[in-house]
């Protein structure tokens, strides 16, 4: 047995550095872009149009990846995507966060009408279709960064919000708060200081989740061609050229695709590796 | 009578969850910029047809008449009519509904078989290296969303391996004979074999993206019940009756492990359907979803709304059901 908890913890360890190390790369990549492309990714020249990747028949050197059927530079707008992809992923799940786990907090902690009110908001929240639910913000707050942004937080604050509010409550009910009021905390104070620290682990693990599942939204927009303006490149929008042109030039559709793939995974398995780490049973 | 004043309370909530999403989708497209009168009329209208085409969909009144208005409507089934098509918008939303249902189903069906068998195959095989490797298989399918999934099975099944169709619900030049638009039901019902294959050469791959995340749950929680039932004493007793493991796994555990699965199952479809807008987009399925987001990119108000709100009786509906379903299976509620 003690065997193969060693074993679990090992792998566990594993997934956990392989997710942060291509995340680490991303954010590099985001950061460096403009340095380390080899190419300019909105530079278009019809004579280079649909270029293969590097091992293949036909191309030019220096585009590594190909180019799409305008002549972009594939790899180039990979790494330039990766700053609007690390961006949403960052500010986006970080706003939801922290009003989606608020929200959730005072629902399960002071229960009573505001625990109503959120709950209800919840329940109609959850009974909207979430990617209708996106195009419609997109369509109504107009195109952009901060559009995006907006929407996600819009949309995915029920995520921390329901989650949160079950384990506020559960906490509520053990012992130390008691403990704590009778020690002569108010009740914002135990809430904070008491019930906060002890829900913050799951927090973190929805957190990473929720950076996955913005960058997966924001390249839906793109996808549907309403996420930012159509010059600057976003994996999502690569991700619409190349499926328009897959029987042409699949490798248009491949590496952003391959791209966006390794990073929701990764998001994911940090989350989860995470959660694992934080549960003291495996401990 | 405990449980039928817990159906009626039920009942209330989600009319009130209902009448929330109604007036929120009404409030928030009404701010949506662009005109859709002025997109409607052909270059070189004066203001009087502007105005005049303003009043015909009452755009001139009140949100608070307009939303009265439209909400009684509603209720006696009149949605409005389309902007972009003039025609009633329950009848085009209605006639879209069938593709998405059977899309959905068919995705549910996938995933039960996929997420059971792998539930099951793993409990059967626990402790070894195969039953490691269907939880990481699992944590994959889970990880990712169904819409990569789509990606992924485009490049696979119809470039790579191109063996089924990746975009439309049935193959254009096929003149079909259905008169509903419930095809793959009604191309079995005709016995029509033919027809029956290229529908469903077509729905394939849809289906599986969006059946792979659901398989990954189904299969984590099941397993996980699974486990849990393994332990109990009947269990064991049946064990040294000298059943097989299979038989033991299958005709013991399973009915009692089924139950926390279902209510978990009957949340996940729904999100399920609503994953369906985006993936009838990436195969160019024509399904609900689809002209949601042609509505949206049209500024078809009365069709966004008419759509969204169906989404939501489906959603809610789904989730009314499950709730009902467990308290009738669950003797421990039918009783209490």
Same mark, same amino acid.
Request: net charge neutral; charged share 15%.
């Given at each position: 047995?003690?065997?193969?908890?060693?074993?679990?913890?090992?792998?566990?360890?594993?997934?956990?550095w392989l997710s942060a190390g291509w995340l680490t790369l991303l954010l590099l990549a985001a950061l460096l872009a403009?340095?380390i492309?080899?190419?300019?990714?909105?530079?278009?020249?019809?004579?280079?149009?649909?270029?293969?990747?590097?091992?293949?028949?036909?191309?030019?050197?220096?585009?590594?990846?190909?180019?799409?059927?305008?002549?972009?530079?594939?790899l180039?707008?990979i790494l330039?995507?990766a700053r609007?992809a690390m961006?949403?992923?960052?500010?986006?799940?970080?706003?939801?966060?922290?009003?989606?786990?608020?929200?959730?907090?005072?629902?399960?902690?002071?229960?009573?009408?505001?625990?109503?009110?959120?709950?209800?908001?919840?329940?109609?929240?959850?009974?909207?279709?979430?990617?209708?639910?996106?195009?419609?913000?997109?369509?109504?707050?107009?195109?952009?960064?901060?559009?995006?942004?907006?929407?996600?937080?819009?949309?995915?604050?029920?995520?921390?919000?329901?989650?949160?509010?079950?384990?506020?409550?559960?906490?509520?009910?053990?012992?130390?708060?008691?403990?704590?009021?009778?020690?002569?905390?108010?009740?914002?104070?135990?809430?904070?200081?008491?019930?906060?620290?002890?829900?913050?682990?799951?927090?973190?693990?929805?957190?990473?989740?929720?950076?996955?599942?913005?960058?997966?939204?924001?390249?839906?927009?793109?996808?549907?061609?309403?996420?930012?303006?159509?010059?600057?490149?976003?994996?999502?929008?690569?991700?619409?050229?190349?499926?328009?042109?897959?029987?042409?030039?699949?490798?248009?559709?491949?590496?952003?695709?391959i791209t966006?793939?390794l990073t929701?995974l990764s998001f994911?398995?940090l989350?989860?590796?995470?959660?694992?780490?934080?549960?003291?049973?495996?401990? | 009578?405990?449980?039928?004043?817990?159906?009626?309370?039920?009942?209330?909530?989600?009319?009130?969850?209902?009448?929330?999403?109604?007036?929120?989708?009404?409030?928030?497209?009404?701010?949506?910029?662009?005109?859709?009168?002025?997109?409607?009329?052909?270059?070189?209208?004066?203001?009087?047809?502007?105005?005049?085409?303003?009043?015909?969909?009452?755009?001139?009144?009140?949100?608070?008449?307009?939303?009265?208005?439209?909400?009684?409507?509603?209720?006696?089934?009149?949605?409005?009519?389309?902007?972009?098509?003039?025609?009633?918008?329950?009848?085009?939303?209605?006639?879209?509904?069938?593709?998405?249902?059977?899309?959905?189903?068919?995705?549910?069906?996938?995933?039960?078989?996929?997420?059971?068998?792998?539930?099951?195959?793993?409990?059967?095989?626990?402790?070894?290296?195969?039953?490691?490797?269907?939880?990481?298989?699992?944590?994959?399918?889970?990880?990712?969303?169904?819409?990569?999934?789509?990606?992924? *099975?485009? $490049?696979?099944? +119809?470039?790579?391996?191109?063996?089924?169709? &990746?975009?439309?619900? %049935?193959?254009?030049?096929? @003149? #079909?004979?259905?008169?509903?638009?419930?095809?793959?039901?009604?191309?079995?019902?005709?016995?029509?074999?033919?027809?029956?294959?290229?529908?469903?050469?077509?729905?394939?791959?849809?289906?599986?993206?969006?059946?792979?995340?659901?398989?990954?749950?189904?299969?984590?929680?099941?397993?996980?019940?699974?486990?849990?039932?393994?332990?109990?004493?009947?269990?064991?007793?049946?064990?040294?009756?000298?059943?097989?493991?299979?038989?033991?796994?299958?005709?013991?555990?399973?009915?009692?492990?089924?139950?926390?699965?279902?209510?978990?199952?009957?949340?996940?479809?729904?999100?399920?359907?609503?994953?369906?807008?985006?993936?009838?987009?990436?195969?160019?399925?024509?399904?609900?979803?689809?002209?949601?987001?042609?509505?949206?990119?049209?500024?078809? *108000?009365? $069709?966004?709304? +008419?759509?969204?709100?169906?989404?939501?009786? &489906?959603?809610?509906? %789904?989730?009314?059901?499950? @709730? #009902?379903?467990?308290?009738?299976?669950?003797?421990?509620?039918?009783?209490?």
């Amino acid at each position: 047995m003690a065997d193969g908890r060693g074993q679990v913890r090992r792998r566990l360890g594993l997934r956990l550095w392989l997710s942060a190390g291509w995340l680490t790369l991303l954010l590099l990549a985001a950061l460096l872009a403009p340095w380390i492309s080899p190419k300019d990714p909105l530079a278009q020249d019809l004579f280079l149009a649909r270029l293969p990747p590097f091992w293949m028949d036909g191309t030019e050197p220096g585009y590594w990846l190909g180019t799409d059927s305008l002549g972009r530079d594939v790899l180039s707008r990979i790494l330039h995507g990766a700053r609007v992809a690390m961006t949403v992923a960052l500010v986006a799940g970080t706003l939801t966060c922290v009003i989606g786990a608020a929200l959730g907090l005072l629902a399960g902690f002071l229960r009573g009408w505001v625990d109503m009110v959120i709950s209800r908001l919840i329940d109609i929240w959850m009974a909207f279709p979430p990617v209708l639910f996106s195009i419609l913000l997109i369509a109504v707050i107009g195109p952009g960064l901060g559009a995006i942004i907006l929407a996600i937080v819009v949309i995915d604050w029920t995520r921390f919000a329901r989650v949160v509010r079950a384990e506020a409550m559960a906490q509520g009910a053990m012992d130390y708060v008691a403990s704590a009021q009778v020690a002569g905390r108010g009740r914002t104070g135990t809430m904070l200081v008491e019930v906060l620290p002890n829900v913050l682990p799951l927090i973190v693990v929805l957190l990473t989740l929720e950076m996955g599942i913005a960058v997966i939204v924001e390249a839906i927009l793109s996808f549907v061609n309403l996420s930012i303006s159509t010059d600057d490149p976003t994996w999502g929008g690569m991700i619409a050229e190349g499926r328009t042109s897959v029987h042409q030039a699949w490798w248009v559709l491949v590496f952003p695709l391959i791209t966006l793939f390794l990073t929701v995974l990764s998001f994911s398995q940090l989350g989860e590796g995470l959660k694992d780490r934080f549960d003291p049973v495996l401990r | 009578m405990q449980l039928f004043r817990a159906v009626i309370l039920r009942l209330l909530t989600t009319a009130v969850t209902l009448s929330g999403v109604a007036v929120i989708v009404f409030v928030v497209i009404r701010v949506v910029p662009g005109n859709p009168i002025a997109m409607m009329l052909p270059p070189g209208a004066t203001d009087e047809d502007v105005a005049r085409l303003t009043a015909l969909y009452g755009l001139d009144k009140s949100i608070f008449r307009q939303f009265l208005i439209w909400a009684g409507g509603v209720l006696q089934g009149d949605f409005g009519t389309s902007i972009t098509t003039r025609q009633p918008v329950l009848g085009l939303v209605l006639g879209r509904l069938p593709a998405t249902l059977e899309l959905s189903v068919m995705a549910l069906v996938i995933a039960t078989v996929i997420g059971g068998f792998a539930a099951l195959t793993g409990t059967r095989l626990r402790g070894t290296r195969s039953e490691a490797a269907i939880d990481v298989a699992n944590g994959m399918a889970l990880s990712v969303p169904d819409f990569l999934w789509g990606l992924v *099975l485009i $490049l696979l099944f +119809g470039v790579l391996w191109p063996v089924f169709h &990746i975009s439309g619900r %049935v193959t254009p030049s096929i @003149d #079909l004979p259905f008169t509903t638009n419930f095809y793959l039901i009604e191309s079995l019902v005709r016995l029509r074999p033919d027809l029956w294959w290229d529908i469903v050469s077509h729905m394939l791959l849809p289906a599986l993206a969006l059946a792979i995340p659901l398989a990954a749950i189904i299969g984590q929680v099941l397993k996980q019940s699974l486990k849990e039932t393994m332990h109990l004493d009947y269990v064991t007793l049946s064990r040294t009756k000298g059943y097989s493991e299979t038989h033991v796994i299958t005709r013991e555990a399973l009915p009692n492990a089924v139950l926390p699965a279902l209510t978990l199952v009957g949340v996940q479809f729904t999100f399920l359907i609503g994953g369906t807008v985006i993936i009838e987009r990436l195969f160019s399925y024509e399904g609900l979803g689809n002209m949601a987001i042609d509505a949206v990119i049209n500024r078809d *108000l009365p $069709l966004i709304q +008419g759509i969204v709100i169906l989404f939501a009786v &489906i959603f809610t509906g %789904v989730n009314l059901i499950v @709730d #009902l379903a467990y308290a009738a299976l669950n003797p421990r509620l039918r009783h209490g």
